[in-house]
């Protein structure tokens, strides 16, 4: 929405500066074509803007986007909950909902996890590949370290949140981020996961 309001303050000193450049007679059809381009350029923004503002949580069980905006119906979403004696502190008032710009538009105070969802992408084959895009577009704050070995990609830390850090980690007790894929325990690992066009992805800290 940032970029409709610079265009806005842009028409208007056009406008104004014509007003007073252009004469009377021109002034009407000079300042009606600029606000019509105006008007032409930011209406998806507006639209957009508006869909954010009126969106409601989707209360359907079993929807894979159950609790999600359903601006994102159909499209992939990738949700990151703490674990509830580690909150993040960007995120401990509830659920944050992020759209795909990085506005942060929607918090359900009312969810059983803290943490943030960011979504509205599209076209996305490969888990990792959305959650490293999806992350990013939280400017820092969702931020994931991990490794690689031969058994695949390892999450370590999301948004610094180590889950030892959170649990007691031994030889027989541990705790580690886990993956879910449309509300069901993935089978393999994020850098093996084929998405489909409206996946959400959860990563939860699980112990064992």
């Not at 390892?154 to 948004?159: A, H, R, S, V």
Request: hydrophobic share 40%.
């Amino acid at each position: 929405m940032s970029e409709t309001v610079s265009l806005l303050v842009f028409v208007v000193g056009l406008s104004v500066l014509m007003w007073g450049a252009i004469s009377v007679d021109n002034r009407l059809k000079a300042l009606s074509a600029i606000w019509l381009v105006f008007f032409l350029v930011s209406a998806p923004a507006i639209s957009h803007e508006w869909a954010r503002m009126t969106s409601e949580l989707v209360t359907e069980e079993g929807d894979s986007h159950h609790g999600l905006p359903d601006l994102w119906d159909g499209q992939q979403v990738v949700c990151i909950h703490f674990p509830n004696n580690s909150t993040h502190p960007d995120y401990s008032d509830g659920r944050h909902h992020i759209d795909y710009d990085g506005t942060d538009f929607m918090t359900d105070d009312e969810s059983s996890a803290t943490g943030a969802c960011v979504g509205g992408f599209s076209g996305y084959e490969n888990g990792f590949d959305l959650m490293l895009n999806a992350t990013d577009t939280a400017e820092g704050d969702l931020e994931v370290a991990y490794s690689t070995s031969e058994y695949g990609i390892m999450i370590e830390t999301i948004g610094g949140i180590d889950p030892c850090s959170s649990y007691t980690c031994s030889s027989t007790q541990g705790a580690y981020w886990s993956l879910y894929h449309n509300n069901a325990w993935s089978m393999v690992g994020i850098g093996e996961l084929v998405l489909q066009d409206d996946s959400v992805i959860v990563w939860q800290v699980d112990t064992w």
